[in-house]
């Protein structure tokens, strides 16, 4: 079942939380992982393998570097999903 | 040469999770031997069902995020290292002149083999990214190095079971060369898993006493049949007289020896004339300056084998001849198991315990003494006469490293 954009930033926020401890509010659209959220590379791929599992979604590893802001990746997990 | 003290120490280790709160245990004469519950032991039918596992879990005391990021070795190194530096009142030392000497036999061996469940499972793209900096032998120094800042250099001895001394002998001579002002110094390991106690087991080095895991560790009894695995940390601060003095630090004794030797003899079995280990004894108290009359204590390395313990004490004997008779010695792996990589480390700080509290801790398990080692290894814990005595730590470990650390009271 497809999950609305806010379901996936919901979800998304809790893998984010999970992998670095940055709390749930914090991740937001308009952040940026690495400039706003420091969040670095490591733990952007753990984000990423987790957000497969968790959306059902494949996140190619060239794609991941256009993965810049929260939207971007809440954009492309919502349009890529099963 | 500049003279080093010890002014902070921690320890997370399997009869408690401070330093402080183990020695008291040791003392009491407490054993931190327990039949492991894991699902694991009976899945794979694991011939050893218990180990020396660490009082306090790790994931207790860390925070969610810093335990995902770290192998189980380097969490029980970070605890016994922050122990140690809140200890000794977290100095104020420029980042370039603080080092890190901190040791494990065989590192992050949980990483590497779930990482490899993982692969196996789950495929390459699942392994986890932080799999490598979590596996390699130097993480737990390089996690304290980022914890405290230090920039004089984080390094890592790998000397099996000598591996803790070898760290904290290392990080002496380098204070005592100026390189650094403090150095936190230690060692630890987390290897309580089914493949390291299987390939211990298939070697016939560990006890296989199941029905009674509290009398497995015995050293020195005739019915010690192996050593008892553990896990857990131990961590020192060392730092010059003068910086200690001039901050006013606490100090608990000074370091006045640390000496490394090869045997070269055979890759597990120690050489039954203990002359390796003897070199490094005597070698230790050379630089310490003192004479085999000095020593008033011994924290055996001492590990429940039947060839280890005998081949230790013809060592000793070597080196203290008649005096032998007057070490007060202690082998205080009956009560915590061998902790490998942490061993020399926990017992380091039982060494500084014992002379800051004066006190030698009691050796349990001892029922009938092996008359191969007529050694005067106190039961119930025994005072030390001399205020100024010195006392020796000794490890020992697979590849034929000796290890000694000599410590005088202050």
Redo the contacts between chains.
Sequence with gaps: MAHSQQEVLAGLAELVN????ITADAVQMDKSFTDDLDID??SM??IV?NAEDKFGVKIPDEEVKNLITVADAVNFITENQD | MKRVVVTGIGATTPLAGSANASWQALVAGKSGISTLEQDWVAQYEIPVTFAGQAKISALDILTPQEAKRLDPSSQFALISAREAWADAGEPEVEPERLAVDFATGIGGVWTLLDAFDTLKERGPRRVLPMTVPMLMPNGPAAAIGMALGARAGVHTAVSACASGNEAIANAFHRIQRGEADVVVAGGAEAAIHPLPISAFAAMHALSKRNDSPEQASRPYDTDRDGFVMGEGAGALVLETLDSATARGAKIYCEIVGGSVTSDSYHITAPDPEGAGAARAMLQALEQAGASIEDVEHVNAHATSTPVGDIAEYTAIKRVFGSHTDNLLVAATKASTGHLLGGAGAIEAVFTIMALKEQLVPPTINLDNQDPNIPLNVPRTSMSLSRPDAVAISNSFGFGGHNAVLAFRAV
């Design positions: 999970d992998e670095t401890g590379s490591i791929m753990t393998v």
